[in-house]
């Protein structure tokens, strides 16, 4: 499976969800569902303080029979698009510059949203 950004993970599975029919991915109902925000491929014009990897995570979680870590971490469907990004994290390292520029900006959102 070719390698997927957590974005465009995230529109492989909703398409997959919804029977490989990108129209039903618009149309879909299920806004409880962790990916719907992201199910367009692209991050929402309203302010969202979750990352595509940590929503990606939150769904794992929720997929998992038991809803454990364990469950997340020991995962075989490896033909799930969100497979490589279950663990939440890119596995590259953030300079201490970008972790704070990220931090500050979750804080932004956080306080814009209270």
């Not at 997959?16 to 925000?37: M, S, T, Y």
């Not at 799930?80 to 704070?100: D, F, I, N, Q, V």
Request: include cysteine.
């Amino acid at each position: 499976m070719k390698k997927l950004t957590p974005l465009k993970a995230i529109r492989a599975k909703c398409v997959d969800c919804c029977g490989d029919n990108r129209k039903e991915v618009a149309a879909c109902p299920v806004e409880n569902c962790p990916l719907w925000i992201f199910r367009a491929g692209k991050r929402p014009k309203e302010d969202y303080d979750k990352s595509p990897l940590k929503t990606i995570r939150a769904y794992c979680l929720q997929c998992g029979e038991l809803n454990s870590r364990d469950d997340v971490r020991e995962c075989m469907v490896e033909s799930c698009p969100l497979h490589e990004h279950r663990s939440g994290r890119t596995g590259r390292k953030l300079s201490k510059a970008e972790k704070e520029r990220r931090t500050a900006i979750l804080k932004e959102a956080r306080k814009a949203k209270a």
